[in-house]
């Protein structure tokens, strides 16, 4: 439509049929969860949730924040599509994802420092990483619990960044 309004209507009267991969039940049960674990009125603490389908990579749930609707701007992202800030460590689950999916077995272990430097081939500086461990050894396990950065940038070069975002 020309203006708002015409495609106001267009959206509520003209006979469009809508299609998405959303399960409302999951919906409620994502928003559900995610209220029963924050504190409400707090601020600066907030989560993400997004639920797929591991077959074939629809969203079946996505919640983007505490209150994406509410007076805050600082809540005025969807944190669960990356808009805004920066997704951090969420991404870790879907590396390991992609690892098993690529045979990485649980057990498998990478030094864990507390930084470290990794060679990006076509690029002269190194990729300069922190938040590890002690330097010891540690299973994938290990470095999802304790959510090691530098175990999971050893893990993406390994694996391949592009099969990481696949």
Same mark, same amino acid.
Request: no cysteine; hydrophobic share 35%.
């Given at each position: 439509?020309?203006?708002?309004?015409?495609?106001?209507?267009? &959206?509520?009267?003209?006979g469009?049929?809508? #299609?998405?991969?959303?399960? &409302?039940?999951?919906?409620?049960?994502?928003?559900?969860?995610r209220?029963?674990?924050l504190?409400?009125? +707090?601020?600066?603490i907030?989560?993400?949730?997004?639920?797929?389908?591991?077959?074939?990579?629809?969203?079946?749930?996505?919640?983007? $924040? /505490?209150?994406?609707?509410?007076?805050?701007? #600082?809540?005025?992202?969807?944190?669960?599509?990356?808009?805004?800030?920066?997704?951090?460590?969420?991404?870790?689950?879907?590396?390991?994802?992609?690892?098993?999916?690529? $045979?990485?077995?649980?057990? /498998?272990? #990478?030094?864990?420092? /507390?930084?470290?430097?990794?060679?990006?081939?076509?690029? /002269?500086?190194?990729?300069?990483?922190?938040?590890? $461990?002690?330097?010891?050894? +540690?299973?994938?396990?290990?470095?999802?619990?304790?959510? #090691?950065?530098? +175990?999971?940038?050893?893990?993406?070069?390994?694996?391949?960044?592009?099969?990481? +975002?696949?």
């Open positions: 439509g020309a203006t708002e309004a015409d495609r106001e209507k267009l &959206l509520s009267q003209g469009l049929r809508i #299609y998405t991969t959303a399960d &409302l039940d999951l919906q409620r049960a994502a928003e559900a969860a209220d029963s674990t504190p409400q009125n +707090v601020s600066g907030d989560s993400a949730i997004v639920t797929m389908d591991p077959s074939n990579g629809n969203v079946l749930a996505m919640v983007g $924040g /505490k209150d994406f609707f509410g007076p805050s701007a #600082y809540a005025k992202v969807n944190l669960a599509d990356g808009d805004g800030r920066q997704t951090g460590s969420s991404a870790k689950p879907i590396g390991l994802a992609a690892a098993l999916s690529a $045979g990485w077995e649980l057990t /498998k272990t #990478y030094p864990a420092p /507390k930084s470290i430097e990794l060679p990006i081939p076509g690029l /002269k500086e190194p990729w300069k990483v922190k938040g590890g $461990g002690d330097d010891s050894d +540690v299973t994938l396990i290990t470095a999802t619990e304790q959510s #090691y950065n530098t +175990v999971y940038a050893q893990l993406i070069l390994e694996l391949g960044p592009d099969k990481f +975002v696949d």
